[in-house]
Every structure is written in structure tokens, then in C-alpha cells.
């Protein structure tokens, strides 16, 4: 695998990640509130991608902490890495995102953001700190705690290779329970042994093998053309908590994207367009803001008395996305990336 640390399939496929599930929540929230679908519902299954957010998760991990593998020293430099990548703008997205549900909705006294936010010191640590199972404001933000336990296994290996062992265990138990046990009433117990877990072990091996396995490239392309056919043929019968079956329709096939991907991308067979490379750049801003944008934006038209026809909500959707990639670009390139970069630079990252 190539030593750069910028993977332009990677970011193509972070920011196609972010994308479908935008157009995913658009498209729940227009046939909740109105009597028409959005793209004829066509991205239904939009809630892949987080799935396949995931397995790139762990071949990113892998790909930018390798050389810190049993090498306990390094634990310390490798957790101030993976922290400032998610904390920083979380905490801003999150601070914003509070202000505003105040000034909404006791001073405006408009429904907007109304989730029973509790308001306790003890659930706004655990959102803060997303830690597992934390009631979110964000509801997108369940993600991330799936994400700190993945960095968290992953030092493990960090510390010793001989605690790899404990991983192996969580994969294992992992696969047990999404198969024969899985009582959705057992929430901490499905959290740390979720199929999820199976979607970042993808990753992490796609990495530890792929310089071993070179094909042609139309082996890359048919891989591709199966993988989205599964997705898509048999994603629209999967519902959210249906472990099992995402792994099969979801994070397999969304190894095989990336493993195609990327087998394209070292044959110098595809060249990446620019624009979606900055996407997959901001893609975890547009993640992050894209749930309260299109709530709010949503609501700004009942606010100045505009009736809305279904046509006219499509459309007005539409137009939500485009303002919404737009500002994340913005936000990532003028707030993310100078935050991270200082941050890095002061702590030693």
C-alpha cells in the first residue's frame, strides 16, 4: 500500500458515506411529513453508510497508526490523535446545537428540536463525552461512541500484540450474538458485541492484506457493480437494528467497495474528481450538522407562513442538501482543519 497519507478512494468513499445517509434522513423526513417520497424513496437503504463508514474506519485506523503497534510508548500520541479528530468540532456542532435549541425553543417558542432532552448534568457529560448509549440531541452522534470503542480495541494492540487475543475475543463473541443471541433489551451487551464490530474488522484486514492481493481491473469493476446490486436489491428490507443482516448486505459488500476502490485507485485505472475528495475532506462535519440543518431549515417555512406542496418540498429539500455540502466545506476548510492543525501543533500530536 501506497505511503501517502491522503487515499483519494478513501475520501470518495467517505464522502459518498456521508451523502446517501443526508439523503436517507431528507427523504424519512419528507415521507413523515408530507404525502409524497423523495427520489422515489430510491435511498432508503441510505443508513449504509454508515456501514460502510465503519469498515473504511478501520482501515484508516490501521493505515495511519500502524507504525504503533506494539509499541506502548506511542499509546499516548496515538490517543490525542484519534481524540482531536473527533472531539473538537463535536464540541462546537454539540454547543451550537444546544444555543439554539434554547433560543428556539423558549424565546422563539418553536418546536424544532424537541427530542425530551433532559437537561441534567450527568446527560450532558455523557453527550458531551459521547460515551455508550448517551442521550443525544444529534442523533447521528450513537456513531461516534461506536467509533471511540473501535480506537479504544485498537490500542490494545498498541500496548502488546499478546493482548491481541482480547479483540480476537470481541470479534468472536461479536459473532455469536448478532447469529443466536441478540435481545435488543441487552443494550450495553449488544454495544460492545455488535456486528458493527465484525464492519471495523473489515477494514483492519483490508489493510494488514491488501498489498498481498492485485487483480485486473475489470475483476475491480464487477466487484463494484455486485456489491451496489446487494445493497441495493436487498437493502430496502433491512431495518436499522437488524445486526445480522446489515453485516451481509452492508458490511460485506461495502468491503468489497473498498477493496475494488482501492485496487482501481493503485492500478491508476480511475481518476477521482476533485470536488467529491473535498467532500470526503468534510465529511465528518457534513455528518455532524446535517440531521439539525435539515430540521431547522424544515421549520423556517411554517415560521414565515409558507404553505408547502409536495412539489414544492422536494424541491426545497433539494436545495437543503446543496446548502448543506456547502457549508461543510466552509466549516471544514475555515474552522476543522486551521482547529485541528493548532491543536495538533500544541499538543503534540
Not at 481524540?83 to 434554547?102: N, Q
Amino acid at each position: 500500500m501506497s505511503s501517502k497519507k491522503v487515499i483519494n478512494s478513501i475520501q470518495f468513499l467517505r464522502g459518498l458515506a456521508a451523502f446517501v445517509v443526508v439523503v436517507y434522513h431528507i427523504g424519512g423526513y419528507i415521507k413523515r411529513y408530507f404525502t409524497t417520497t423523495f427520489l422515489g424513496d430510491f435511498f432508503d437503504f441510505g443508513f449504509a453508510g454508515v456501514d460502510l463508514f465503519f469498515v473504511i474506519s478501520g482501515f484508516i485506523i490501521h493505515f495511519t497508526s500502524k507504525n504503533y503497534l506494539d509499541n506502548p510508548s506511542t499509546l499516548g500520541k496515538y490517543l490525542k490523535k484519534r481524540l482531536l479528530r473527533v472531539y473538537p468540532i463535536y464540541w462546537i456542532v454539540l454547543t451550537v446545537l444546544f444555543g439554539l435549541s434554547w433560543f428556539i425553543t423558549l424565546i422563539l417558542q418553536k418546536d424544532v428540536f424537541n427530542i425530551g432532552y433532559p437537561y441534567t448534568i450527568s446527560a450532558f457529560l455523557q453527550t458531551y463525552f459521547l460515551t455508550p448509549l448517551h442521550f443525544a440531541i444529534n442523533p447521528v452522534t450513537w456513531t461516534l461512541s461506536y467509533e471511540l470503542f473501535f480506537y479504544l480495541c485498537f490500542s490494545l494492540l498498541i500496548i502488546s500484540r499478546r493482548l491481541s487475543f482480547i479483540p480476537i475475543l470481541l470479534i468472536l463473541v461479536s459473532l455469536y450474538n448478532i447469529i443466536f443471541i441478540h435481545d435488543e433489551y441487552r443494550k450495553h451487551f449488544n454495544f460492545i458485541f455488535s456486528g458493527y464490530n465484525l464492519e471495523f474488522m473489515f477494514g483492519f484486514l483490508i489493510y494488514q492484506f491488501y498489498d498481498k492481493i492485485k487483480f485486473q481491473n475489470w475483476i475491480s469493476v464487477l466487484l463494484i457493480v455486485i456489491s451496489l446490486a446487494i445493497i441495493i436489491h436487498y437493502g430496502y428490507d433491512i431495518i436499522d437494528y437488524d445486526y445480522q443482516k446489515r453485516v451481509l448486505t452492508f458490511g460485506v459488500p461495502s468491503a468489497f467497495l473498498l477493496i475494488a476502490m482501492l485496487n482501481l485507485e493503485n492500478n491508476q485505472a480511475i481518476r477521482i474528481p476533485s470536488f467529491t475528495i473535498t467532500l470526503g475532506d468534510a465529511s465528518y462535519v457534513l455528518y455532524l450538522i446535517h440531521f439539525p440543518l435539515l430540521l431547522l431549515m424544515n421549520k423556517i417555512p411554517s415560521i414565515i407562513g409558507w404553505e408547502v406542496s409536495n412539489l414544492a418540498a422536494v424541491l426545497y429539500n433539494i436545495f437543503i442538501i446543496i446548502i448543506t455540502v456547502l457549508i461543510s466545506i466552509f466549516i471544514h476548510k475555515k474552522i476543522e482543519k486551521p482547529l485541528s492543525k493548532y491543536l495538533s501543533t500544541i499538543t503534540k500530536a
